[in-house]
């Protein structure tokens, strides 16, 4: 399985700012994924980071809000933009490959706490 | 909305006993993921299984599936105080795109 790195692990971050997470991973993936986890809630996906070209946001999440970039294929970044306290969350990338059934790996996560 | 819903949302067994956790889903899948999470930490993959089988096992985890039903259930047995975490399902609805969507987790206490 692919080591998957996250940075920063955690920040608190006043309303109004915004704060870009990088995801790194150890070898080449061809799928890149962005989630977020809200306090005491399961994992919504945000959108998927494709290489080279505009993400593939879910319905609900907007490039404005949450813009991504992934410049090759091991490296991704996710702005959390314009930050409330409702942004409040744990953000965590995964990896996979594509294939008719792969498995989907994810970094450790960066908690983020708005105030 | 979710995909899928997890039952019990609570379990709390003594060590050494066997846990089983039920995820229930809505649509047709590819495959199944469960994942464990310590503490709100990062996710650790358990086990994939593909829709066309019906059980794997991996160490002390048994998961089976039943496509009829929508359902896939997640057993560990001999159960210890490093189990103790929620785990979620997750299902893969799209051949290649490999989207998953989460049911909403079972968090498990194994009491000493």
């Known amino acids: 399985s692919a080591v998957i790195s996250q940075k920063p692990s955690r920040d608190i971050c006043q309303r109004g700012t915004s704060l870009t997470i990088q995801c790194q991973v150890d070898?080449?993936?061809?799928?890149m994924f962005w989630y977020r986890q809200q306090p005491g809630q399961s994992l919504t996906l945000i959108a998927t980071a494709n290489q080279g070209s505009e993400a593939t946001y879910e319905s609900g999440f907007v490039i404005d809000k949450f813009p991504i970039s992934r410049p090759n294929l091991t490296f991704s970044t996710l702005t959390v933009s314009n930050m409330s306290p409702e942004d409040s969350s744990i953000y965590l990338c995964?990896?996979?490959?594509?294939?008719?059934?792969?498995?989907?790996?994810f970094g450790p996560g960066t908690r983020l706490t708005v105030t | 909305s979710q995909q899928g819903e997890e039952d019990p949302q609570a379990l709390s067994i003594q060590e050494g006993e066997n846990a089983t956790m039920n995820c229930s889903y809505k649509t047709s899948i590819n495959n199944l993921q469960w994942y464990r999470q310590n503490s709100g930490r990062g996710l650790v993959h358990l086990i994939l299984i593909r829709s066309n089988e019906r059980e794997k096992h991996s160490g002390r985890l048994r998961v089976t599936l039943d496509t009829s039903k929508k359902s896939s259930s997640l057993l560990i047995t001999a159960s210890r105080a490093a189990d103790t975490a929620s785990y979620f399902c997750a299902t893969a609805i799209i051949q290649g795109a490999q989207k998953l969507v989460f049911g909403q987790g079972t968090r498990l206490t194994i009491n000493p």
């Open positions: 995964s990896v996979g490959q594509t294939g008719p059934a792969t498995e989907q790996y």
């Open positions: 070898s080449q993936v061809t799928m």
